[in-house]
């Protein structure tokens, strides 16, 4: 399993940025697919996480009614759409994958990991 992420930038405060995260080597469709984000000094923060079969989805607090993650198995993509960034939500983003149709939303909880693509919003 190859996980690929991309999509991060640098943009202003109330923006908005599209992350992809590309999967290969796998039917996307038997696995759980997280996003994270860490900055330096902390440890992973999980962002968004969905399901298998994308019926079920979770936010953390912090992003909600912002973030929206989506999958299409097909293309083994999946997408966070972030909306109405704030500077807080710098940080480097990560997609990560578990082969369970059931979602987790700790870091530990996964085992494999696409590099990391760095987010950056301006106040």
């Known amino acids: 399993v190859q996980l690929q992420a991309s999509g991060g930038g640098l943009v202003q405060s109330g923006g908005s940025l599209r992350l992809s995260c590309i999967a290969s080597?796998?039917?996307?469709?038997?696995?759980?697919i997280g996003w994270f984000r860490q900055v330096p000094g902390k440890s992973r923060e999980g962002v968004s996480c969905?399901?298998?079969?994308?019926?079920?989805?979770w936010y953390t607090d912090s992003v909600k009614g912002r973030f929206s993650v989506s999958r299409d198995n097909a293309k083994k993509t999946v997408y966070l759409q972030m909306n109405s960034l704030k500077p807080e939500d710098t940080a480097v983003y990560y997609c990560?994958?578990?082969?369970?149709?059931?979602?987790?939303?700790?870091?530990?909880?996964?085992?494999?990991w696409g590099q990391g693509t760095l987010v950056t919003v301006s106040s």
């Open positions: 990560a994958a578990r082969p369970s149709t059931v979602i987790r939303t700790k870091a530990d909880d996964y085992n494999t």
């Open positions: 969905t399901s298998a079969s994308d019926s079920s989805v």
């Open positions: 080597g796998v039917t996307l469709g038997d696995y759980a």
